[in-house]
T-cell receptor
Framework: DGGITQSPKYLFRKEGQNVTLSCEQNLNHDAMYWYRQDPGQGLRLIYYSQIVNDFQKGDIAEGYSVSREKKESFPLTVTSAQKNPTAFYLC?????????????FGSGTRLTVV | RKEVEQDPGPFNVPEGATVAFNCTYSNSASQSFFWYRQDCRKEPKLLMSVYSSGNEDGRFTAQLNRASQYISLLIRDSKLSDSATYLCVVETGRRALTFGSGTRLQVQP
């Protein structure tokens, strides 16, 4: 079955560490996105990519980095510069560049700073 | 002003009730609108797209009012399983969707 796979499901980060969240899709979707969700709040856009080797900053890109070397993969690195990284991270993909058909989401990664 | 605004609720309704949620958006050029459902600690899932002519899927009806820039979701004959957070989602012209903060629904027996 086609879908989006995020790993790991839970991740614990020590202060000062960089960690990378994986997102892989086999839907042949062009565009991929990373959102962050804090408790009781909506989703906020971190980065998005509409084609391989190209990506754009979202509303809260500071402290994060991404790459899009393959159509199927869009990993997110949470760097030590991100001061409050504890959150639920969601990866999504869409068929068209304008997401006119909506998104398909992965099941998310819960990141906790210890 | 937020790009997409929703009443956070919670809406507490008895089983069988009809409940309606509204959502307003600020970009008059927005073209695509959706309602997503999110269960506690899970990813959002597409409930339905919202079309200019309105659309219905079983007990769920979505409507769009472009003149007033709001969309609505009506749930008839509420079930316990409808308890969730409902996210209003709008394409705001930058090729990524913007999410409202969500409206929490609790259906009670």
């Amino acid at each position: 079955d086609g879908g989006i796979t995020q790993s790991p499901k839970y991740l614990f980060r020590k202060e000062g560490q960089n960690v990378t969240l994986s997102c892989e899709q086999n839907l042949n979707h062009d565009a991929m996105y990373w959102y962050r969700q804090d408790p009781g709040q909506g989703l906020r856009l971190i980065y998005y990519s509409q084609i391989v080797n190209d990506f754009q900053k979202g509303d809260i890109a500071e402290g994060y980095s991404v790459s899009r070397e393959k159509k199927e993969s869009f990993p997110l690195t949470v760097t030590s510069a991100q001061k409050n990284p504890t959150a639920f991270y969601l990866c999504a993909s869409s068929i068209g560049m304008r997401a006119q058909y909506g998104y398909t989401f992965g099941s998310g990664t819960r990141l906790t700073v210890v | 002003r937020k790009e997409v605004e929703q009443d956070p609720g919670p809406f507490n309704v008895p089983e069988g009730a009809t409940v309606a949620f509204n959502c307003t958006y600020s970009n008059s050029a927005s073209q695509s609108f959706f309602w997503y459902r999110q269960d506690c600690r899970k990813e959002p899932k597409l409930l339905m797209s919202v079309y200019s002519s309105g659309n219905e899927d079983g007990r769920f009806t979505a409507q769009l009012n472009r003149a007033s820039q709001y969309i609505s979701l009506l749930i008839r004959d509420s079930k316990l399983s409808d308890s969730a957070t409902y996210l209003c989602v709008v394409e705001t012209g930058r090729r990524a969707l913007t999410f409202g903060s969500g409206t929490r629904l609790q259906v009670q027996p």
